[in-house]
């Protein structure tokens, strides 16, 4: 009767993990959904300014067809055009 218990937790165990692991895996991704990115974080307090954006590579694409290097750089262009371009997807412009 001891091996029941063990089988049970086991079983428990096995069971949890497999549905952790597979439903992130083959659960879809929409990138449509993600929020917009919050440009306000971005933009200078004073006019004379420097845009310090990080150098990390996670790609924005405006509807001017050109895909920015990430949030950052999209945000300061998009405040120095005076909000001409508007934000599209995450990811690369389609070309």
Not at 15 to 40: E, M, N
Request: hydrophobic share 35%; charged share 20%.
């Amino acid at each position: 009767m001891a091996a029941f218990p063990r089988m049970t937790i086991f079983f428990l165990v096995s069971s949890t993990l497999t549905h952790i692991v597979f439903s992130g895996i083959f659960k879809p991704h929409d990138i449509t959904r993600w929020p917009k990115p919050a440009c306000q974080m971005y933009r200078p307090v004073d006019p004379p300014y420097d845009a310090d954006c990080p150098d990390v590579m996670s790609p924005v694409c405006a509807t001017n067809g050109h895909t920015y290097q990430n949030e950052c750089f999209f945000c300061v262009e998009e405040w120095e055009s005076g909000h001409h371009i508007q934000f599209e997807k995450y990811g690369k412009c389609d070309k």
